[in-house]
């Protein structure tokens, strides 16, 4: 027997998928029919959804979140380094008026 997504694609135990409904992506753990219906178990969370409300994803094509997170940031620190050095060099030209 053989589950399909959204799209047509197969949805194998292992596969990522994500629910149209709200986006989320996560691992198929299990696979049943009942009632003449296909249903999909995800990892997290680990819930039943009716296979014509998923769709197959790229495993190269999920952002790991976690990694986004802190490259972001480093850059927001790097940004917050480059503006103090950047204030500090702006005092020291400002501080060399002299009143006249």
Known sequence: MSFCDIRGENIDVGAFIRYTGTGTISKVVDLKEEDNMQWVKLDEPALWYATDSLEVVDEKDI???ESVDKDTLKQVKDLK???????????DIQG???GG
Not at 81 to 91: K, P, T
């Open 63 to 65: 952002i790991n979140v």
């Open 81 to 91: 380094e480059d503006f103090d050095e950047l204030s500090q060099s702006i005092n």
């Open 96 to 98: 060399c008026e002299g």
